[in-house]
Each structure stands twice: as structure tokens, then as C-alpha cells.
């Protein structure tokens, strides 16, 4: 609840200054309606609760204080109240996804038929068809990071490119699963679409604590027979603080993925267009409404 309030301010902030003279009108309000107050200057506190009828106590239910209530509401209401972006027309609607492929000698192993770079190929194609039109790029390691195409919603153009990576097409031995992920962040930082990054491997080198500023899940490429998940992928999606898919035979895997792309914070707003705010005080009408029907009491009078 505290974090779904986090954004929360006023649409019309300046039109809260006129609390003060609200709240200056009331407290005169409540000196002209008090008829005991002339004679308190002259008769004895303890004479004066005998002498009259109610004695000095008030009712927390009286015009002025209900005539202050609605124009706080009414203030506030104007003020336009809001902690909700309103969605863009023009911004895209789809959020942008780096997928980042391993392409090492280990992902040559035959343990998924026909190869595990085959199979993560296979799921890439799956989920570029659950994300259809959505803005998808290609970064592709080994020892060294490629940007190979930043995000464009031609989903054959990325399976076309994925197809043609192979490990002897790379220039460098190793794992530089840090340095393609920071590559792939940066290609959507300078994009100003924001969006998430899925990392396609069967394993992962120990990485110090990254953050990358985006979602970050990691794909993993491994026999779904497996006891256990590959524990160094779970010490990597700790280090980059992003979460863990492990491989099925169905596509209940890039279905979970595919969600998560898709909810993975707000579409900003298209480049050169400013953030818009719902104006939520029309929220406040009804209890406006209810406070004038206060007004049809009997005998109720504010001078």
C-alpha cells in the first residue's frame, strides 16, 4: 500500500493554500454562533453551566464544523489528488526486451536434442511469438559481448540473426555473461523505452553484485530432468538480482517469462512527452455529496 502510494502528490498544489483562510473563517464562525461567550465575561464558569441550557458543552456535529469538512474536501479536490501515470497514446505500447544468448562450445551439448543452442533458439522463437510485435533486440557472448540488433518488433530479423551465431563465430573464449548484460542495458538506456532482459544460458560465472537498472531473468538451458537447477545460473540471478527460469517440455516456461516481460513496471511516455497524471479528486464527490445532505437537518442555521 506504501509503495502504491509512493508517487502520490497534487495535480494543483497551490489551490491547498486555501486551508487557511477556510480554517480563519470557521474559527470566526464558531465565536459569532457561540451565544454563551458574552455572558462567560460575566458570570462564574460554574454558574453559567446551571444558567444554561446544554451547560458549555457542544455537539462535535454542528453547521460550521461540517460547513469546514466540505470545503477541505472540496480543497483537496480541486487540488486534484493522483498516484497513477495515465498511459500515453503515442508511447509504445509493448515494453522492449534484450534477449541475450550464450554462445559457447557448452551450449554444443546434446543433452537437448539437437543441441542446447538449438533448444534455446527454439525457445526464443516461442516467446518472440507470445511478445508478437513487441520491440525485441539480440546481444550474443562468449568471452566478449555483441550487440548483434537492438530492439525491433521484426521478430524474424532476430530469429534470422539468432540462427546464424555459432561458438566458432566468436572472437574470444570465456564468459562474459556480466559484460552482455550490461550491454544489453545500455542498448535500452539509450533507447528511452525502458524494458527487461532475458538472458538465454546453461551456465554462469561468478559475478560480484550487479545491478543493471532493469529486470534481468535468466533463462536456463538445462535438462528439465535435472534434480536441481544449475547453481551457478541461481548464484548469477542473485548477483544481478533477477529471477530464474528453468526449461520445460512445454511452454509453460516462456508463457511465465512472457507475463513477466509484459508487467515489468510502466511504458514511459514517448520521447518528448511529458508524464501524465490521473486526477483522481472526482474520488471525492460522493463525500461531498453526503456532507450537503447534512444541510436538510431541521433546524439547522449558519449565519
Known sequence: MIEALAPFHFLRPWWLALMLPALGLWWLQRGEVDTTARWRREIAPELLR?????????????PESLLLAGW???IVAVAGPTWRQMPSPFAQAARPAMLVLEVRPSMMERDL???RLDRARQKMADLLELREGAPSGLVAYAGSAHLVLPP???????LSMAGALAPELMPRAGDALADA????????????????????A??????QEVDALVPVTLFAIVSPDRADREPSIEAAAGALHG???ALTLDDAD?????RHLATAGPPPPAPGEEARWVDAGYWLTPLLALLVLAWFRRGWVLA
Open 181 to 200: 548484460v550490461k550491454l544489453a542495458a545500455d542498448t535500452l538506456a539509450k533507447g528511452g523505452q525502458g524494458g527487461s532482459i532475458v538472458v538465454f
Open 254 to 258: 516462456v508463457t511465465r517469462i512472457a
Open 202 to 207: 546453461d551456465s554462469a560465472p561468478a559475478l
Open 152 to 158: 525491433t518488433p521484426d521478430a524474424s530479423v532476430v
Open 113 to 115: 536434442a539437437p543441441t
Open 50 to 62: 446551571h444558567l444554561t441550557v446544554g451547560g458549555d458543552r457542544r455537539g462535535w456535529l454542528s
Open 72 to 74: 477541505i474536501v472540496g
Open 243 to 245: 529471477d530464474v527460469v
